[in-house]
Nanobody, 125 residues
Framework: QTQLVESGGGLVQAGGSLRLSCAASGRTFSNYVMGWFRQAPGKEREFVACISRNSGSTDYAEFTKGRFTISRDDAKNTVYLQLNSLKPEDTAVYYC??????????????????WGQGTQVTVSS
């Protein structure tokens, strides 16, 4: 059983930055496609970014527009999400997830097998 624990969320002013981390238990981290999703109050969960098993490929939601960067360190069993130029509309609970999909990338929540508990990001105007 893989467990995911996010950290790094918090309160930041608009234009600021945060770095989210997601630490995974187990020895199969490198076998997973890793992704980040977010859910704002009253809204559905939405895809943010994902990274392939060998870090060779990444994919981002359009709203990130170069502001967010996903990366992974398989030696540390950790995936990161760098959030820059934050906007109030980025306020949400951010979740990391692990997918054993046969595909290189995974942008749908249904493709993910394991989820973290989430970390709150609040951006003030």
């Amino acid at each position: 059983q893989t467990q995911l624990v996010e950290s790094g969320g918090g309160l930041v002013q608009a234009g600021g930055s945060l770095r989210l981390s997601c630490a995974a238990s187990g020895r199969t981290f490198s076998n997973y496609v890793m992704g980040w999703f977010r859910q704002a109050p009253g809204k559905e969960r939405e895809f943010v970014a994902c990274i392939s098993r060998n870090s060779g490929s990444t994919d981002y939601a359009e709203f990130t527009k170069g502001r967010f960067t996903i990366s992974r360190d398989d030696a540390k069993n950790t995936v990161y999400l760098q959030l820059n130029s934050l906007k109030p509309e980025d306020t949400a609970v951010y979740y990391c997830a692990a997918s054993s999909t046969v595909y290189i990338m995974a942008t749908r929540g249904s493709q993910y097998n394991y989820w973290g508990q989430g970390t709150q990001v609040t951006v003030s105007s």
